[in-house]
């Protein structure tokens, strides 16, 4: 596929092993990638969904993304990749998201060796140099060939909020506000509107959110960047609007919003696109 990765459909076989697995995601099975976002809350479904696409004759390789659902307990998103990998000689490649490094550490503790020291956390820029150099050494004395360096800017603290974006056949692109990361799962509230936005829309559905506390230094902690939170609303609704029909559903989470003045950072994200 010139300009981009071209992608085995799923076949007959692997899309009743996919469906089996899948229980509450089944809708996800004909899928290539499949989001498993929420599987991470159900380590047996991540394990047994990685475990049907290795297993088939279909795939060379799988690429895991572990993103940050799994960030209150890293076993459930890494625990079964690293089942996985012991059991398969085909390569199995996992991007854990730079801002969920406790998986990271997860992995490197009790992960396969290709895990072990090949990521470093909380690096000053000073230092960064000379951890490298330290990695390249270590990849060398484990006869591991480096194809290069990802450098990644590591955030830490800010509210985890959830932007998101789903089309409707009848009233079109609606566009979502709501807590993110964990706290999606405690709050479980969402604010709704359909697009385009107006001016007025982003605070009123700020205001209608019971985790809005959060953001207003809660236990001690900050005042959030709610005007950046704000600003993102309309710059994300914007760009929903600018990729018109082809765009079928669109998430960041989380979306960080650091203390006020700092900005917010999105961590996480997820877009499909219609065929």
Known sequence: MPGGVGVVAQSGGM????????????????RNPIDLTLANLRGTTYRETIAALVESPSYDGV????????????????????????????????????????IVSYLNRVGVPAFKGGVRTGVPI?????????????????????????????????????????????????????????????????ALRLLPLRVSDPPEMLTELRSRVMLEGFRGQRPADVEALLAAVQQFARLIEGMGEQLLEAEINPLLVLPRGEGVVAADGLVVFGQ
């Not at 009743?16 to 509450?24: D, E, P, Q």
């Not at 000073?126 to 194809?147: I, N, P």
């Open 126 to 190: 000073a230092d960064v140099e000379a951890a490298c150099r330290e990695m390249e050494l270590l990849a060398q004395e484990r006869d591991v060939e480096l194809d290069g360096w990802l450098i990644q800017e590591q955030v830490s603290g800010g509210t985890e909020m959830l932007l998101g974006m789903i089309r409707d056949g009848q009233l079109g692109a609606a566009m979502v506000l709501g807590a993110g990361g964990t706290a999606k799962e405690v709050f479980g509230d969402s």
């Open 15 to 30: 899309l009743g092993a996919l469906l089996s697995a899948l229980v509450g995601e089944a809708a996800m099975a004909d």
């Open 63 to 102: 690429v895991v993304v572990v993103g940050s659902s799994g960030l209150e307990d890293p076993s459930l998103a890494a625990a079964p990749v690293c089942e996985v990998v012991a059991a398969t000689e085909k390569p199995v490649v996992v991007y854990v998201n730079p801002y969920a490094m406790n």
